[in-house]
């Protein structure tokens, strides 16, 4: 069987399962869970409520490391019964397993169930200005491989940057042991403006060539998995409302601060992507002292090229010739060591890190103005400093309105694939229980 037919029967047999038709609106009642007395209907027809049933068991055993059948009656509500019949479709299509038998708590012992996350996989990919990195997750989004590559100048094209996501994933598909036709969906952020429904990455500018680009079509192509793209703020915005710094916080703002500049933001528990899915685009803010300008997506913002990092390492090879310093070890120091340096007080680091700040503490005003998130979470080689979101903190508590938490992003390089599997995951889902 090829690649794209082995994924294609994996898929067909969760279609089989959990493809539920439109709930009717004649009266019919929707299935109650959790109460000894629930109704196990959904429609009129019985593939509805099979489908139901199993949708419902499915997200239990899912929730928890092992189950048996009696556990699933009890906390679904469901007879046992349906239970034995909803378990025996799920275990048919390879999604439960039977362990054995668990602990008798006086009668014949349960036979203990799990959801078997390794029967398919997907993967997430972040590309950078400078580089690449992926990971590959079973479907309990657990990461079993890494794979990273950096990307040279004249690595940046579309076409090139997708043979090598195709390369990495075969990679990853290697070191985990996985046959790559067990990976169902793939989920890749781009730097720069996207829009989703299409799949289309409008521009780049810290790419090459990167204007209206089909990046959903190119990877699908390349690597014959379903896809999505999604703008990597964004994606680093989910991640860290997923596993990381924003759990449980329904609005608030991940600002990524490292080749570029940008903000994910995160209102009502979803991403705000705008009307035309530019929102959160911040480094095209006028910056201090510069003079004004039109927007152009071909090209940097004004706020980019101040605290992204060229910026931050322009100002500091100023301050160092400034100074008289000319040693070649400072000069090609990179935005998050001249922070270091200013954590050990060198007096020109600091200069450039409390300007930084002050840049960044007035946009993230502007920002909560706009949208009063609770939380704002730094990201990326430089704005993940801690010096950085010290004096940050500092300047925002100088003003009267209520400014919002400021931490750092627990996920670090990783959230934005950690976002990009949450998504990929939530494709798959809709597979398995639409």
């Not at 004649?26 to 629930?38: F, K, L, R, V």
């Not at 990495?168 to 989703?196: F, N, Q, W, Y």
């Not at 920002?367 to 801690?386: K, N, Q, T, Y």
């Amino acid at each position: 069987m090829s690649l794209s037919g082995a994924r294609d029967s994996i898929l067909a047999a969760f279609e089989s399962l959990f493809i539920i038709s439109p709930i009717p609106t004649d009266g019919a009642q929707e299935m109650s869970i959790g109460t000894s007395n629930s109704q196990e209907t959904l429609g009129s027809r019985p593939s509805d409520l099979r489908q139901t049933n199993c949708r419902v068991l499915l997200r239990l055993l899912q929730a928890r490391t092992t189950c048996s059948r009696a556990d699933l009656a009890r906390l679904s509500g469901l007879s046992a019964p349906t239970v034995t019949s909803a378990v025996q479709a799920l275990e048919r299509v390879g999604l439960v397993e039977t362990l054995g038998e668990g602990r008798s708590s006086g009668g014949r012992p349960p036979g203990m169930l799990r959801f078997r996350a390794d029967h398919g996989y997907i993967a997430g990919a972040d590309i950078g200005g400078t580089r690449l990195r992926m990971m590959l997750a079973d479907l309990n989004g657990v990461p079993v491989a890494h794979w990273k590559s950096k990307l040279a100048l004249d690595q940046k094209e579309p076409q090139f940057v997708c043979r090598l996501i195709h390369e990495g994933l075969l990679v990853m598909c290697k070191e985990a042991g996985v046959s790559p036709d067990r990976v169902l969906h793939m989920t890749i952020g781009a730097p720069g403006i996207t829009d989703v429904d299409r799949g289309v990455v409008l521009s780049a500018p810290n790419l090459t060539n990167w204007v209206d680009v089909p990046l959903r079509e190119l990877i699908e192509s390349e690597t014959g998995v379903p896809a999505m793209a999604e703008n990597d703020t964004n994606l680093a915005a989910l991640g860290e409302y997923w596993q990381g710094s924003a759990r449980g916080i329904e609005d608030f703002v991940f600002i990524a601060m490292g080749t570029g500049v940008g903000a994910g933001i995160f209102l009502g528990g979803k991403v705000h992507h705008g009307a035309a899915w530019s929102a959160g685009e911040i480094g095209y803010l006028g910056a201090p002292g510069m003079s004004r300008e039109p927007l152009h997506m071909q090209q940097t913002g004004q706020l980019e090229r101040m605290i992204g990092g060229e910026g931050i390492e322009r100002q500091w090879c100023e301050n160092l010739a400034r100074s008289g310093r000319h040693d070649q070890a400072l000069t090609s120091l990179r935005g998050a060591q001249i922070f270091d340096l200013a954590e050990k007080r060198d007096v020109d680091a600091i200069k450039v890190m409390e300007s930084t700040a002050g840049v960044l503490a007035d946009a993230i005003n502007t920002i909560s103005l706009l949208f009063d998130p609770a939380l704002v979470v730094l990201g990326g080689g430089v704005g993940s400093h801690e010096c950085l979101r010290r004096e940050t903190e500092r300047l925002l508590r100088a003003s009267d309105f209520p400014h919002p938490a400021l931490t750092i992003s627990l996920l670090g390089t990783q959230a934005q694939l950690y976002g990009a599997i949450s998504l990929s995951l939530l494709a798959v889902e809709s597979t398995l229980f639409c």
